[in-house]
């Protein structure tokens, strides 16, 4: 891309709307600036345009997303197929496994939530579409990680923050290296409460028909249901009938 091609307001507004989560639904302009690195001046511009065009509002002192927001989200939603053909695949594998089931794309250090079936409430955190996970510790970000080439893969350990969620999760990016290879190899990746003490979770990666990855769906269960070490005996022939027929319907 050419330099000129880059229209850096815009890239700027992206990342004030970045800024806003679940945990900081509203942020003053200093907090904005302080969470973005950008000065005072641009993040209000680019907050009072947001509010301007019904993408945010502002109460005086803080502003917060509206629903408008997620008509970004949609237009992404709505322009790929993979979220509508996968819903009815994760629905059935969700019913036969008794377990919540889901289907994610990697976004540079993150897994984003793109379909979901859910039996029950398996997390603390709510998880629909547009949710995002790290990818390091969950089971789809392993499977998504370890489809890409080896340096591909250790770039985005290095871009990520790697936190000790619990006890279990793993960190050491040799360590994690080597999890990539052994999920590779055996074509499926299990996590033992590396997320969240309590949630155990196995996922397989969702390859169109001419075997690329574009895509993973997993089962999670709560750890008192399904051990960790029970989880491919248990769900991984569901987890490969699933993939291999959205294998015959992806292009």
Known sequence: MRETDFVSGFARGLKVIEAFEETRQRLSIADAAKLTGLD????????????????????GKFFALTPKILRLGHSYLSATPLPVLIQPHLDQLSEKAGQSASASVLDGTEIVYIARASQRRVMSINLTPGSRLPAFCASMGRVLLSALPEAEARAVLARTDLKQNTPNTKTDVEELM?????????????????????????????ENDRGQTVAAINIGAPA??????????RYLPLLRETQKALRLVLR
């Open 224 to 233: 008192a249901h399904a051990p960790a070490a029970e989880m491919p005996a």
């Open 178 to 206: 080597a999890e990539f290879r052994r999920v590779r190899d055996q074509g499926y990746a299990v996590i033992d409460q590396e997320l969240e003490i309590g949630l155990c979770s196995i996922a397989v990666p969702v």
């Open 40 to 59: 005072r001046a641009t993040v209000r511009r680019s907050l009072l345009t947001l509010a301007e065009l019904g993408y945010a509002e502002y109460d």
